[in-house]
């Protein structure tokens, strides 16, 4: 299986920050990344996916970069609404797998 | 308006049984593979299993596989994943997604199984 690991599991910032979290894969997975934002007592929603390309819905202040092994998620310009927990996924092949998750708090 | 509405959590003994139901409206459910996901409360996600459009290929975790069998029926609009032989470590919130056939684009509001005695 593929193994994802997420750092930091959790982080503190202000609105207006601009934050790093980095997913790393225990073999190369190309670009088949997606990222996951996921709000307290709420459904996950796609955020990234194919590791750069943003869902509808959300603001250029996210973006995700990567490739092969090491992925990051930027959030500039941290907006109350920001702080949520933050999951990647590898959907390079079966089983799907999930980082640990990041929690942005204030 | 797209919905998947997923129900048929509870409390349940190990050992048990239980079939989980997701209902989805709003779009073409035969259109689209369908996922289980579960999340232990403050933990994090954990794929559990897919169906391909017609049901005709399924994928499962390891640690559910020869338990959970996942299934649909696309006249019903409608998802299912029968539950078998459950253990402590199956209790969590159990989500559908549909999506492709390996991202859950869009999930359900979650159903919680409990697997105590």
């Known amino acids: 299986d593929i193994q994802m690991t997420q750092s930091p599991s959790s982080l503190s910032a202000s609105v207006g920050d601009r934050v790093t979290i980095t997913c790393r894969a225990n073999?190369?997975?190309?670009?088949?990344l997606n990222w996951f934002q996921q709000k307290p007592g709420k459904a996950p929603k796609v955020l990234i996916y194919g590791a750069t390309n943003l869902a509808s819905g959300f603001p250029s202040t996210f973006s995700g970069s990567g490739s092969g092994t090491e992925f990051t998620l930027t959030i500039s310009n941290l907006q109350p609404e920001d702080f949520a927990t933050y999951h990647c996924?590898?959907?390079?092949?079966?089983?799907?797998?999930f980082g640990q998750g990041t929690r942005l708090e204030i | 308006e797209v919905q998947l509405e997923e129900s048929g959590g509870g409390l349940v003994q190990p050992g048990g049984s239980l079939r989980l139901s997701c209902v989805a409206s709003?779009?073409?459910?035969?259109?689209?593979?369908m996922h289980w996901v579960r999340q232990v409360p403050g933990k994090g996600l954990v794929w559990v299993s897919r169906?391909?459009?017609?049901?005709?290929?399924?994928a499962y975790a390891d640690s559910v596989k020869g338990r959970f069998t996942i299934s649909r029926d696309n006249a019903k609009n409608t998802l299912y994943l029968q539950m078998s032989s459950l253990r402590v470590e199956d209790t969590a919130v159990y989500y559908c997604?549909?999506?492709?056939?390996?991202?859950?684009?869009?999930w359900g509001q979650g159903t919680l199984v409990t697997v105590s005695s």
């Open positions: 169906i391909e459009m017609y049901g005709s290929m399924t």
């Open positions: 997604a549909r999506g492709d056939s390996s991202t859950p684009g869009l």
């Open positions: 709003g779009f073409t459910f035969s259109s689209y593979w």
């Open positions: 996924q590898q959907n390079h092949r079966t089983p799907l797998t």
């Open positions: 073999q190369s997975i190309s670009t088949y």
